[in-house]
């Protein structure tokens, strides 16, 4: 079946503006993430989505970043007022949630998000 | 807080070398250990996950780890290693029910044909 999908593959946007990047997780998945790779780091853990519960924002480095799941299915990441430091690979996760946090989380190809 | 260690950040091998790559993590709870491979220009993959039960777990291609609960360590073996193994290898960790993934800096590594 289809895995996770990323939308744009790569972004490129001068410093200021704000950027919408979207994930579109495995059908039936009830749990998606979004992390950051930035060069040199290793992945950082944004948030998470699980059904209808309150998303655990605990990653979101500022308040220039949100995040919404419309449906329960596709999501969105705003950055607004993109800064340098914001350039990075953003990726999206998907899982059908099994006991105690066991859950395989399945990647998306990742979106390359370029400040100037 | 949480952390994850990946001690080789690049290791280069000779096809049929044997493989061992680093993990350490801190955390004195219960975990789940990950261990996830990303192919050149491919998503990033499950390898193998370790929760519950024996410590040495067996993954896709031949890798297997061990959990090893004294040392905080989950490290990384495949006793002879493929050329098309070259790929970056990350470490990750969550504790309890807390599903968020804590990630190690990753590992390149480079088999030689």
């Known amino acids: 079946g289809a895995g996770v999908s990323q939308s744009p593959s790569n972004k490129v946007t001068e410093k200021g503006k704000d950027v919408e990047l979207r994930c579109d997780p495995i059908?039936?998945?009830?749990?998606l993430y979004w992390y950051r790779q930035s060069l040199g780091q290793g992945l950082e853990f944004l948030i998470y989505?699980?059904?209808?519960?309150?998303?655990?924002k605990s990653g979101l480095p500022s308040d220039r970043f949100s995040a919404e799941r419309t449906g329960g299915s596709v999501s969105t990441l705003t950055i607004q007022r993109t800064q340098q430091e914001d350039s990075a690979v953003y990726l999206c996760?998907?899982?059908?949630?099994?006991?105690?946090?066991?859950?395989?989380?399945?990647f998306g190809p990742g979106t390359r998000l370029t400040v100037l | 807080a949480q952390s994850v260690s990946q001690h080789n950040h690049h290791v280069i091998l000779s096809e049929a070398a044997s493989l061992e790559l680093g993990c350490n993590y801190s955390?004195?709870?219960?975990?789940?250990l990950f261990w996830y491979v990303q192919y050149p220009g491919q998503h990033l993959q499950l390898l193998l996950k370790y929760f519950s039960g024996d410590p040495l777990v067996k993954g896709i291609k031949g890798f297997e780890a061990e959990f090893i609960k004294s040392k905080f360590s989950f490290n990384l073996r495949k006793p002879s290693v493929q050329w098309s193994d070259t790929a970056e290898y990350f470490c990750?960790?969550?504790?309890?029910?807390?599903?968020?993934?804590?990630w190690g800096l990753g590992t390149s590594l480079a088999v030689n044909p």
């Open positions: 990750a960790v969550n504790a309890g029910n807390n599903r968020k993934l804590i």
């Open positions: 059908s039936g998945h009830t749990a």
């Open positions: 989505f699980q059904g209808n519960s309150a998303p655990d």
């Open positions: 996760a998907s899982s059908q949630p099994g006991p105690a946090s066991t859950d395989t989380q399945y």
């Open positions: 955390y004195g709870g219960t975990v789940n």
